[in-house]
T-cell receptor, first 114, second 108 residues
Framework: EAQVTQNPRYLITVTGKKLTVTCSQN?????MSWYRQDPGLGLRQIYY???????DKGDVPEGYKVSRKEKRNFPLILESPSPNQTSLYFC?????????????FGSGTRLTVV | TQLLEQSPQFLSIQEGENLTVYCNSS?????LQWYRQEPGEGPVLLVT?????EVKKLKRLTFQFGDARKDSSLHITAAQPGDTGLYLC????????FGAGTRLTVKP
């Protein structure tokens, strides 16, 4: 089954404790992206990657890091999480960015930073 | 700042009613997509429209892209409880921008 897999689904952590949210896709997609979803603000892009070893900032990159060492994986790293990073996070992938093809989203990671 | 404005923000109707939700922007998009998101899950793509004035139908759902490719509408005929969810529009230009969504509740 074609899918984007995120882990964990739920995470509660403390301020300042480094964490990584993993994202993996099995569709050989070149484009991958991370979003956060907050009430009333919709989906805001954190980082995206057009291909292996190519990453770029989205609208809200502060406090986050990403890497794209393999085509299938695109982990999101929070080096020192803070309470304002409490949110619902989604990873998405697409085969042909900019040509009207849709995104396939993961099921989400609900992060709470206390 | 939301580049895509969706209205209404919330909509609660009875089963069998018709409804229309809107997605508006001052920007021109090369394509526009509609997604539906259910609680606890990621958005799922419903349709992509790419040509100004284009109309696409998906069973009881009708999607229209504005002539100027700045806006879109989603019309649902004879809504059912299974249509309940958050409907998101997304416009693609240099990047992909999402609206905040319309939360639809269809009561049996």
């Amino acid at each position: 089954e074609a899918q984007v897999t995120q882990n964990p689904r739920y995470l509660i952590t403390v301020t300042g404790k480094k964490l990584t949210v993993t994202c993996s896709q099995n569709m050989n997609h070149e484009y991958m992206s991370w979003y956060r979803q907050d009430p009333g603000l919709g989906l805001r892009q954190i980082y995206y990657s057009m291909n292996v070893e190519v990453t770029d900032k989205g609208d809200v990159p502060e406090g986050y890091k990403v890497s794209r060492k393999e085509k299938r994986n695109f982990p999101l790293i929070l080096e020192s999480p803070s309470p304002n990073q409490t949110s619902l996070y989604f990873c998405a992938s697409s085969g042909y960015r900019g040509q009207g093809y849709g995104y396939t989203f993961g099921s989400g990671t609900r992060l709470t930073v206390v | 700042t939301q580049l895509l404005e969706q209205s209404p923000q919330f909509l609660s109707i009875q089963e069998g009613e018709n409804l229309t939700v809107y997605c508006n922007s001052s920007s021109v998009f090369s394509s526009l997509q509609w997604y539906r998101q259910e609680p606890g899950e990621g958005p799922v793509l419903l349709v992509t429209v790419v040509t100004g004035g284009e109309v696409k139908k998906l069973k009881r759902l009708t999607f229209q892209f504005g002539d100027a490719r700045k806006d879109s509408s989603l019309h649902i005929t004879a809504a059912q409880p299974g249509d309940t969810g958050l409907y998101l529009c997304a416009g693609e230009a240099n990047d992909m921008r999402f609206g905040a969504g319309t939360r639809l509740t269809v009561k049996p």
